[in-house]
């Protein structure tokens, strides 16, 4: 028991620090696809720079919304998954795609504002689809309890 608590919690912080490190990447670079739009040139340098700058510092805002995404998403996955335990993995890679849009989506239907500029195009939200399917990949994959073989 108390190595399943231990295995899922470490599941679910690495699946959120790696859904926020890659959707965090992906915002920055929407954003810079809208300067790049306008005619300016954006090195790969720059590119680099303004990831690594949003990757730091998102973190107040970006990484608890998106661990209560998963808070909500990874447990009604987990409850399917009883009824359908061959789609395991599916089902995560689902919940967390499907979190993360959703958090945008409520912020827009909420605040009638997109947060997050990026957000506000198809791709913008299928690339944090993305970030949140990746997220839940990872917590399927470190989550799955480990038989010993003899």
Not at 1 to 30: D, E, P
Not at 79 to 90: D, F, G, T, V
Not at 138 to 144: A, D, P, R, T
Request: no cysteine; net charge positive; charged share 10%.
């Amino acid at each position: 028991m108390h190595n399943t608590i231990v295995r899922n919690v470490g599941s679910f912080f690495v699946a959120v620090i790696a859904a926020y490190i890659l959707g965090a990447i992906f915002i920055s670079q929407g954003n810079i696809a809208s300067i790049v739009a306008m005619d300016f040139d954006i090195s790969v340098a720059q590119r680099f720079d303004a990831a690594l700058h949003d990757v730091a510092h998102m973190t107040n805002i970006y990484l608890p919304v998106i661990a209560v995404s998963y808070l909500i998403a990874m447990p009604v996955a987990s409850l399917i998954i009883k009824y359908a335990p061959q789609r395991r993995m599916i089902l995560y890679v689902l919940a967390g795609a499907v979190g993360l849009v959703t958090i945008h989506l409520t912020m827009k239907l909420l605040l009638g504002i997109s947060g997050i500029a990026p957000t506000r195009t198809v791709v913008g939200l299928l690339a944090q689809a993305v970030a949140g399917g990746v997220g839940g990949y990872l917590f399927h994959v470190i989550s799955l309890k480990r038989t010993v073989s003899s």
